[in-house]
């Protein structure tokens, strides 16, 4: 058994709980070996911005084998993590996410999905090319299964063609991430009475789509539209997709990016693995003609570039997209 090693973690943050949270027993749920599924994914983005697949095409042994070696890479001596190093943001990083004050109790390995031939070789660990080949596997099964999530939107939206937006994940230059996120246990942490360690602070994703898969460690919450927060069941054999801020947008406010977080659990190790599925730099992102029939946009005009920007120079919780809509006549 490989015991997981806790990030070096001085400082941290909790969340005092006002409200007990429950768990979300009927999370919209969406077979994709079902073409009439398209409604009930339409449904969900709609009201949640947030659902769960099954019958996704993803082989469980890339799963499970992107898993174990995911497991093993976190289990290394801190000192051999960071070696793991990339250009700024990718890479190892540990308790600091961005740039902006944001921690968590959380290591990660944030990496980019193009880098073509050189992919991962900045990777350590004692099987670093069984490492890679695990996240290749895994990285292009999911993107496909993300496009496919995607093409079903469009279905259901009715607007042609429809791979207006999967085509911008298959574009080669797909400005997409993909992310391994592990909550060591904090059982020697003692926060105020009735709180939580926060392992990733509440956001939106800035991508299009979000597509993640955790063992079976519960954490994962998601806010409904009444901003109460309501834990998700987790689910080792299905796949969560979240509706990003770009999503959002191109569909001008009527899919609804879902806010999100992760709390750390006292007990268990928790491990997810995120595709975050962009377009590319240079694409213009703005609601799409065919949904607008006449209606005026609630955005302006930006390019994916400008918006990662922002992004990356907000805090987590900021509504980043307040920047972006456009003032309504008075």
């Given at each position: 058994?490989?015991?997981?090693?806790?990030?070096a973690?001085?400082?941290?943050?909790?969340?005092?709980n006002?409200?007990?949270?429950t768990l979300?027993?009927?999370i919209?749920l969406?077979?994709?070996?079902?073409p009439?599924?398209?409604?009930?994914m339409?449904k969900?983005?709609?009201?949640?911005g947030?659902?769960?697949?099954?019958?996704?095409?993803?082989?469980?042994?890339?799963?499970?084998?992107?898993?174990?070696?995911?497991?093993?890479?976190?289990?290394l001596?801190?000192?051999?993590?960071?070696?793991?190093?990339?250009?700024?943001?990718?890479?190892?990083?540990?308790?600091?996410?961005?740039?902006?004050?944001?921690?968590?109790?959380?290591?990660?390995?944030?990496?980019?999905?193009?880098q073509?031939?050189?992919l991962?070789?900045?990777?350590?660990?004692e099987?670093p090319?069984?490492?890679?080949?695990?996240?290749?596997?895994?990285?292009?099964?999911?993107?496909?299964?993300?496009c496919e999530?995607?093409?079903?939107?469009?279905?259901?939206?009715?607007?042609?063609?429809?791979n207006?937006?999967?085509?911008?994940?298959?574009?080669?230059?797909?400005?997409?991430?993909?992310?391994?996120?592990?909550?060591?246990?904090c059982s020697?942490?003692?926060?105020?009475?009735?709180?939580n360690?926060?392992?990733?602070?509440?956001?939106?994703d800035?991508?299009?789509?979000?597509?993640?898969r955790?063992n079976?460690?519960?954490?994962?919450q998601?806010?409904?539209r009444?901003g109460?927060?309501i834990?998700?069941?987790?689910?080792?054999?299905?796949?969560?997709i979240?509706v990003?801020?770009?999503?959002?947008?191109?569909?001008?406010?009527?899919?609804?990016?879902?806010?999100?977080?992760?709390?750390a659990?006292?007990?268990?190790?928790?491990?997810?693995?995120?595709?975050?599925g962009?377009?590319?730099l240079?694409?213009?992102?703005?609601?799409?003609?065919?949904l607008?029939?006449?209606?005026q946009s609630?955005?302006?005009?930006?390019?994916?570039f400008?918006?990662?920007?922002?992004?990356?120079n907000s805090?987590l919780a900021?509504?980043?997209?307040?920047?972006?809509e456009?003032?309504?006549?008075?």
């Amino acid at each position: 058994m490989v015991v997981l090693s806790k990030p070096a973690i001085e400082q941290f943050s909790y969340i005092r709980n006002n409200k007990p949270t429950t768990l979300f027993p009927q999370i919209p749920l969406v077979d994709l070996s079902k073409p009439d599924s398209k409604h009930q994914m339409i449904k969900a983005c709609e009201e949640f911005g947030f659902f769960k697949v099954i019958n996704h095409g993803v082989p469980m042994e890339f799963i499970s084998k992107l898993e174990s070696e995911a497991t093993k890479f976190f289990s290394l001596p801190f000192c051999e993590k960071e070696k793991t190093e990339e250009t700024k943001p990718y890479g190892y990083g540990n308790k600091r996410i961005g740039p902006n004050g944001d921690v968590g109790w959380v290591e990660y390995l944030l990496l980019t999905t193009n880098q073509g031939p050189n992919l991962l070789r900045f990777l350590s660990g004692e099987n670093p090319d069984s490492f890679r080949l695990a996240l290749n596997n895994y990285m292009s099964a999911v993107k496909k299964m993300a496009c496919e999530v995607l093409e079903m939107i469009a279905d259901g939206l009715k607007i042609q063609p429809r791979n207006v937006l999967s085509k911008l994940l298959m574009d080669e230059q797909s400005d997409s991430v993909f992310r391994l996120n592990h909550y060591p246990p904090c059982s020697d942490v003692q926060p105020l009475n009735g709180s939580n360690v926060i392992g990733f602070g509440e956001h939106t994703d800035p991508q299009i789509i979000s597509v993640l898969r955790s063992n079976n460690t519960s954490g994962l919450q998601i806010s409904l539209r009444d901003g109460s927060w309501i834990s998700v069941p987790p689910d080792q054999n299905s796949f969560f997709i979240n509706v990003g801020d770009s999503l959002q947008v191109m569909t001008n406010g009527r899919f609804k990016s879902v806010k999100h977080r992760v709390l750390a659990n006292s007990v268990k190790s928790r491990l997810s693995m995120i595709y975050f599925g962009g377009p590319p730099l240079s694409e213009k992102i703005a609601p799409l003609p065919s949904l607008m029939r006449g209606e005026q946009s609630l955005y302006k005009e930006f390019t994916w570039f400008e918006y990662k920007i922002s992004a990356y120079n907000s805090r987590l919780a900021d509504n980043r997209l307040m920047h972006f809509e456009r003032i309504a006549a008075s």
